[in-house]
């Protein structure tokens, strides 16, 4: 059973930080993009960051370029995202994704095939 185990969510202040973490298991990522979406209360889910199998392309959101990193361990099959400079706007719940696209293809939500269950981070004022 394939399964995106994510962990690192919390509350933290406004300009502080966090990591987050999502861990593959259950097949080979081989080729594999993995990536982040998020969902704020009310709002749509929206990508945030991708990164390719490989971890030599990575795909941004504009909202999050500057100050979100995406990385990946193959040999963990984990893939990592800091949050920096963070702002009660990236309050959501964030959701790890996987699937055998580009790091830019992960961007479109339509037909991703492995989605995590996603840790809250909230962010206050």
């Known amino acids: 059973q394939v399964q995106l185990v994510e962990s690192g969510g919390g509350l933290v202040q406004a300009g502080g930080s966090l990591r987050l973490s999502c861990a593959a298991s259950?097949?080979?990522?081989?080729?594999?993009?993995m990536g982040w979406f998020r969902q704020a209360p009310g709002k749509v889910r929206e990508f945030v960051a991708a990164?390719?199998?490989?971890?030599?392309?990575?795909w941004y959101a504009d909202s999050v370029k500057g100050r979100f990193t995406i990385t990946r361990d193959n040999a963990r099959n984990t893939v990592y995202l800091q949050l920096n400079r963070l702002t009660p706007e990236d309050t959501a719940v964030y959701l790890c994704?996987?699937?055998?696209?580009?790091?830019?293809?992960?961007?479109?939500?339509?037909?991703?095939?492995?989605w995590g269950q996603g840790p809250l981070v909230t962010v206050s004022p």
């Open positions: 259950g097949r080979t990522f081989s080729g594999y993009a």
């Open positions: 994704t996987a699937d055998q696209r580009s790091a830019q293809a992960m961007a479109v939500p339509l037909g991703i095939v492995y």
């Open positions: 990164v390719s199998w490989s971890g030599g392309d990575t």
